[in-house]
C-alpha cells in the first residue's frame, strides 16, 4: 500500500477518505484536519489561552502536542483521580510529557479538593465513580480556567468518542445532553468555552500520530469505567464503519448540522444564572453540585440537610 500523495510506502489506511498516507503526509492530512475544525468552529479567537485538560492517554497528549504546533496558548491541567496505579501512571507520563516538551502543567489531586480518592468518593456516596468523575472534573477545570487566566477549555475527544456518545444519546433520546454535543459550546452564565478540535479524527488515526511522535501514553483504559455500552456503541459503529466507510463522520457531522434546528435556544436550556454560596462557581441552585459532593463527604452540620435533600444525581456521558 503506497501513500496517495507521494507514493511513499504508507503507514495508515483511510478508508472514509479512500486514501492511504505516509508519515509525513498523514502528518500534513491531521494537521489540516484540526486547522479545518478550529476554523470552522470558531474555536479560539485571538490571545485566547486554552486550559487543556491531559488525562495522559492518547488523544490529550497528542492535542497538546498539536495546539503547540499551531503555536496557541496552552495550559495543561491534570487531575489525579487517586485511582491506584492508573492514576500515579496517568500523572507520572503526563508529568513526564511536559518536561520533556518544557509545556506547562498545573496537577491537582481530587484528594485534596474533596478528602477522598475517586473511589472513596463513588462508595460513600454511593454514586457512580463516572457521574463523580465528570461532576468533579466539570468544577475544577471551570475553576482552573478562572484562576489562571484561560478563556477556554479543550479535551481531546475524537471522531469515535463523539459518534458513539451520539449514538448512545439518540438510542435514548437524551435531549439534554443532545443539544450539548456540540464540539464548540459558547462561554455563558461564568462556565467557559469548551472545545473539541480532534472531533474530525478516528481512534486509529490519533494511536497513529502518537505512535509516530514517539507519545508515551498511557495505554490501559480507567479501572473504575463501568460504561461498557458506550464500548459496545463504538463496536457497533466500526462493524458498520467496515461495511460502509465514511459512515461514522456522516452520522456524526450530518447531526452537528442539524443541531442548531433541533435545539434553538430556549429558556429550558439557559446556562447558570447565580453562583455557589460556598465556592462562588456558577451554579443553578444554591449550592453546586461540587459543594454539595464535598458536604456529603465531610458534612457541615448547618448545610447537610440542604446538602443532600437537594442533591442531584447526574451521569455524565463525557470524560
Ligand atoms: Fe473518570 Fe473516565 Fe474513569 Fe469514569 S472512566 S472514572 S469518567 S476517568
Ligand atoms: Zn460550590
Redesign the pocket.
Known amino acids: 500500500m503506497n501513500c496517495r500523495v507521494c507514493k511513499k510506502k504508507a503507514v495508515i489506511a483511510i478508508p472514509r477518505h479512500n486514501t492511504a498516507f505516509c508519515a509525513d503526509c498523514f502528518d500534513k492530512y491531521l494537521m489540516d484536519q484540526v486547522r479545518k475544525t478550529i476554523k470552522e468552529f470558531r474555536m479560539f479567537e485571538p490571545g485566547d489561552r486554552i486550559l487543556l485538560a491531559v ?1 495522559g492517554g492518547k488523544d490529550s497528549l497528542a492535542l497538546w502536542e498539536i495546539l503547540k504546533r499551531l503555536e496557541l496558548d496552552v495550559l495543561g491541567y491534570h487531575l489525579d ?1 487517586g ?1 491506584s496505579e ?1 492514576s500515579k501512571e496517568s500523572t507520572e507520563k503526563t508529568r513526564a510529557f511536559a518536561e520533556k516538551r518544557g509545556y506547562p502543567l498545573i496537577i491537582e489531586e481530587i484528594e485534596s479538593e474533596t478528602g477522598a480518592t ?1 473511589p472513596v468518593i ?1 462508595e460513600s456516596t454511593k454514586r457512580p ?2 457521574s ?3 461532576l468533579s ?1 466539570r468544577h475544577l477545570f471551570n475553576r482552573a480556567a478562572r484562576q489562571h487566566g484561560c478563556q477556554v477549555l479543550a479535551t481531546g475527544h475524537n471522531l469515535d468518542d463523539e459518534a458513539s456518545r451520539l449514538l448512545g444519546n439518540i438510542l435514548h433520546w437524551q435531549d439534554g445532553y443532545l443539544e450539548k454535543q456540540s464540539p464548540s459550546l459558547p462561554a455563558e452564565g461564568g462556565l467557559i468555552r469548551k472545545v473539541k478540535p480532534l472531533n474530525r479524527l478516528t481512534e486509529k488515526e490519533m494511536a497513529t500520530y502518537a505512535y509516530l511522535k514517539g507519545i508515551d501514553y498511557v495505554i490501559r ?7 461498557a455500552k458506550q464500548i459496545f456503541y463504538k463496536k457497533v459503529l466500526n462493524d458498520i464503519e467496515k461495511e460502509s466507510p465514511g459512515t461514522k463522520q456522516f452520522f456524526y457531522f450530518g447531526f452537528l448540522e442539524r443541531l442548531e434546528k433541533m435545539f434553538p435556544p430556549s429558556s429550558e436550556n439557559a446556562p447558570p444564572a447565580g453562583s455557589c454560596k460556598v465556592c462562588q462557581e456558577p451554579c443553578y441552585t444554591d449550592i453546586c453540585s461540587f459543594c454539595r459532593l464535598r458536604m456529603k463527604l465531610s458534612p457541615f452540620p448547618e448545610t447537610q440537610e440542604t446538602a443532600e435533600s437537594s442533591i442531584n444525581f447526574i451521569t ?1 456521558n ?2
Open positions: 488525562s483521580l485511582i492508573y475517586l463513588a465513580p463516572c463523580a468523575c465528570g472534573k483504559e480507567c479501572p473504575m469505567s463501568a460504561d455524565p463525557t470524560h
